[in-house]
């Protein structure tokens, strides 16, 4: 949700703490501020508006002076996006500064006693009541004061921290949000994810929840809830700084749309061994795999449009029931599951409140939990029985793709992997579907490759102001999130319908201002879908439709084409959606959007 960084060292922090921040933009950015301790105490300086507001104003951080500080970049919660609710939040003798991730949940009981206490509020940020319980827990020992403060707080954080009698000093604790301390050489950081570390260290510890952090420049302490020391290990991240930049691309959502073939790649390719699937790293034991009778999938957004693509695979493949829910509705339905359901959790960031929420919900009545995640240690991939992570690196756009694409493929490789212990294919079967899955990088270059003309579509449909996107079966699931994409980043209004469901009402909504989207890929399906074009046309709607490059018939119906490969049945959607994603993209060029990060949003949703 927002983005939290931290350094202490050898030399001016503020500039350093600007480059974080630009690199954690995109997980929040509608105010931020830097806080920096020296020799004269801190120094804060914030503002409402993108990082590049904060660099101005700090004139590239030259107006802050010390080696040690704390920055933020927010995604507004409590509060408006407004200078005064930006973070740090400073105490009111000016000895603590103070950066949050996360929703401190008794904030209002807390608020109430620190004003009786005297203390002054400025903002309107449940965050603020954490910089006053540092002064009233303050008697010269800032880890207690820490510790005391921490102990006082439910709900999620992610802190840093600096105190103005500590020069060199940063504090960080974490509960159910995420924070990563990086090891330098004379120097230690802090920051809500790696990409705001890699440039500067590939060696990181990540702090579990309830621990706290000291950083000093040729230190790191970590202490238990309690105060005992912890040892841990750094961990070597296999990210590299190429992966966390732009690397000659306009935006990172079309970097992340051309690195696609290379993540399926990596994520595939590893766990096809002797033409088998092979999953390692599953802690999930065949015979529990055997005994299961119902796989639930749930996940967020398009994580969860993945699973309801990867829903057909699974049921086919295993013979279970399959259903998907959405993580933020299964959380308070009261599921009905025991220790013979399967539960797949499908999450980018590992940090996403709803479904870490559904996840907990879900295992504490016995299911079992495998984590489909991209974000190594992550909360969610911690709280699985077992995960398997797609190697997609890092996602800094906000809209998803590559995390969308890999997490399908990853469904694909679980089935498959289901199929050969349940003994539900035979052996041609299965070899025949692991060519297929090994063909998907290829797929989705072909893809790519295949529609040169979507910056041209995208110049004539980019004024359409209701689009609706149809398709049957999976393609139905691929529409969902065409539609998602498109709509997230272009703020076009766009739905996604069953094209059965068509005329059992939205169809009043067709005339000739609409752009319908027709997904036609799946051959037995493919006359249903042309009697639906006919039915739109007939209403005056221009059709896009998306078929097989072989399907040219479409041709006679649609005003224009996007072109996937010749798909395999079953394990098509990574190529498929490609062209949708595309068009999304040029669509919000054409239209002047904000790309990377659209209005309303973040990347990763920590908050419920
Ligand atoms: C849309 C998008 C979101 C996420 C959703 C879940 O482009 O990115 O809908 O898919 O917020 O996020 P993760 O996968 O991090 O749990």
Redesign the pocket.
């Known amino acids: 949700m927002c983005g939290i960084v931290g350094f202490t060292g050898k030399q001016e922090a503020a500039p350093l703490l600007l480059d974080g921040l630009k690199k954690l933009e995109y997980r929040g950015y509608d105010s931020a501020g830097v806080a920096v301790v020296g020799q004269n105490g801190i120094q804060m300086i914030k503002t409402s508006g993108m990082i590049q507001n904060l660099c101005e104003k700090t004139q590239n951080g030259s107006l802050l002076q010390g080696f040690a500080g704390i920055g933020h970049t927010r995604w507004a919660t409590h509060g408006a996006p407004t200078d005064v609710n930006a973070h740090p939040h400073m105490s009111n003798d000016g000895k603590f500064a103070i950066v949050h991730n996360g929703i401190i949940e008794n904030f209002a009981l807390l608020r109430e006693e620190l004003k009786q206490k005297g203390f002054v509020f400025l903002s309107e940020t449940d965050t603020e009541v954490i910089v006053h319980l540092l002064t009233l827990y303050y008697h010269g020992d800032f880890k207690e004061a820490m510790m005391k403060t921490v102990a006082r707080l439910e709900g999620s954080y992610a802190i840093g921290a600096v105190c103005a009698d500590c020069p060199d000093r940063i504090f960080a604790a974490r509960q159910f949000s995420p924070l990563i301390l990086g090891v330098g050489i004379g120097e230690n950081y802090f920051a809500s994810d790696v990409t705001a570390l890699v440039s500067h260290t590939k060696n990181v510890i990540y702090l579990e929840d309830g621990e706290l952090a000291e950083l000093t420049p040729g230190d790191i302490y970590l202490y238990s809830s309690t105060g005992k020391p912890i040892h841990r290990e750094p961990t070597r991240i296999l990210w590299d700084m190429e992966a966390a930049e732009k690397g000659g691309y306009e935006h990172f959502m079309l970097k992340e749309i051309m690195e696609q073939p290379r993540a399926l790649k990596a994520t595939i390719e590893p766990r096809i061994q002797n033409n088998r699937v092979v999953l390692e790293e599953l802690e999930i034991a065949e015979e529990t795999l055997k005994s299961v009778n119902r796989i639930l999938i749930t996940?967020?957004?398009?994580?969860y449009y993945a699973g309801q693509a990867g829903k057909y695979v699974l049921e086919a493949l295993t013979h279970i029931p399959v259903t998907t829910e959405l993580a933020s509705e299964l959380r308070y339905s009261n599921p009905i599951v025991d220790e013979h359901t399967l539960l797949i959790v499908?999450?980018?960031?590992g940090?996403?409140a709803d479904?870490i929420s559904a996840l907990k919900e879900v295992k504490a009545r016995g299911a079992k939990v495998l984590a489909i995640v991209n974000v190594v240690g992550s909360t969610i991939a911690k709280l699985a029985d077992s995960v398997i992570y797609t190697w997609a690196g890092p996602e800094i756009a906000?809209?998803?793709t590559k995390?969308y694409t890999t997490q399908v493929s990853v469904l694909y490789l679980f089935a498959v992997y289901c199929a050969q212990i349940l003994q539900t294919a035979t052996p041609q079967e299965l070899d025949q579907m692991i060519q297929q899955i090994l063909l998907i990088p290829q797929m989705i270059q072909r893809a790519i490759d295949l529609n040169p003309q979507i910056p041209y579509l995208a110049k004539r449909y980019h004024h359409n102001q209701s689009l609706f996107f149809i398709g049957r079966n999976v393609d139905y699931a691929v529409a969902m999130e065409g539609s998602?994409?498109l709509k997230?980043i272009s703020y076009l209004h766009s739905e996604a319908y069953a094209a059965g469901e068509l005329k059992h009402g939205t169809i009043a909504l067709i005339d000739k201002d609409r752009l319908v989207v027709a997904l036609a890929c799946q051959e037995q399906l493919f006359d249903k879908m042309m009697s639906n074009i006919k039915e739109v046309k007939a209403r005056g709607a221009k059709v896009l439709g998306v078929v097989p490059e072989d399907m040219r018939q479409i041709l006679a119906e649609a005003d224009d084409v996007l072109f996937v490969p010749k798909l395999s049945p079953m394990f098509g959607v990574p190529a498929e959606i490609v062209p949708l994603q595309l068009f999304a993209y040029y669509v919000a060029k054409e239209n002047g959007c904000s790309i990377d990060k659209p209005r309303n949003l973040a990347k990763?949703?920590t908050v419920e």
């Open positions: 996940a967020c957004g398009s994580a499908l999450s980018q960031s940090e996403t479904t906000v809209a998803t995390g998602l994409k997230e990763s949703v």
